[in-house]
């Protein structure tokens, strides 16, 4: 089974300011795609990007951007002007294409300081 | 679209009790999963459904838990007996058919055995 790692339990990030989230995956397919889910104390799980892994452009949803490195195995969510409400819970996940099945990291909960 | 929905939002059970809960996916979605939540494990798939049939179930923690999806449009998870250790938040999600598609969660059933 596919494994997804996030690495970083707890990170913080002044309000206004850039964080990055950090998330590895293990794959032998070459096709396959990646989310990045937010959970707010609400717990409703939101989705927040995704990536397709034959495309080489990373993708961005306003201040939401990722930094998708194939090779590497590596899929980060870059997070500008962060601001209060980005506080929460966020998960990354991979989706094979050939099982349909979502594999998820850990999480990493992020606090923004006002 | 009302989003996937699940039921009960809370659930409060005594040891050794039958728990039932309930998801209703997004229409026209043919697969469905249910996720359980915990600190110390994160987001656990327990089992999905491909177009009403179990395709995985190998998540699923023990005999006392089951799982069944009579139609499109509806699925339970049972746990008989319910433990302690049971505890936790568990969630639904659906997807449609098409691999660069999210999986949409209804808000999660918390379920505290005591």
């Known amino acids: 089974a596919q494994t997804v790692t996030q690495s970083q339990p707890e990170m913080s990030v002044q309000e206004a300011e850039t964080v990055t989230l950090s998330c590895t995956y293990d794959?032998?397919?070459?096709?396959?795609?990646l989310f990045w889910y937010k959970q707010p104390p609400s717990r409703q799980m939101i989705l927040v990007i995704r990536?397709?892994?034959?495309?080489?452009q990373n993708a961005t949803e306003n201040r939401f951007s990722v930094n998708f490195q194939k090779a590497a195995k590596s899929f980060s969510l870059k997070i500008s002007d962060s601001q209060l409400g980005d506080a929460a819970m966020y998960f990354c996940?991979?989706?094979?294409?050939?099982?349909?099945?979502?594999?998820f990291g850990t999480g990493t909960s992020l606090t923004v300081i006002p | 679209d009302a989003g996937v929905i699940q039921s009960p939002r809370h659930e409060v059970t005594e040891m050794g009790q039958e728990v039932t809960l309930r998801c209703k996916p997004i229409?026209?979605?043919?697969?469905l999963f249910w996720y359980r939540q915990t600190m110390m494990r994160g987001l656990e798939l327990l089992i999905y459904?491909?177009?009403?049939?179990?395709?995985?179930d190998s998540g699923m923690p023990e005999d006392r838990f089951s799982a069944k999806m009579p139609n499109a449009s509806f699925s339970t998870l049972k746990i008989q007996p319910s433990e302690p250790r049971d505890s936790a938040v568990y969630f639904c999600?659906?997807?449609?058919?098409?691999?660069?598609?999210?999986?949409?969660f209804g808000q999660g059933t918390r379920l505290t055995v005591v």
């Open positions: 999600a659906s997807t449609r058919g098409g691999l660069n598609t999210e999986a949409f």
């Open positions: 794959t032998s397919e070459s096709d396959y795609y």
């Open positions: 990536q397709e892994a034959y495309k080489q």
């Open positions: 996940a991979y989706r094979s294409a050939n099982i349909n099945q979502f594999y």
């Open positions: 229409s026209g979605h043919n697969s």
């Open positions: 459904f491909n177009n009403n049939v179990p395709i995985d």
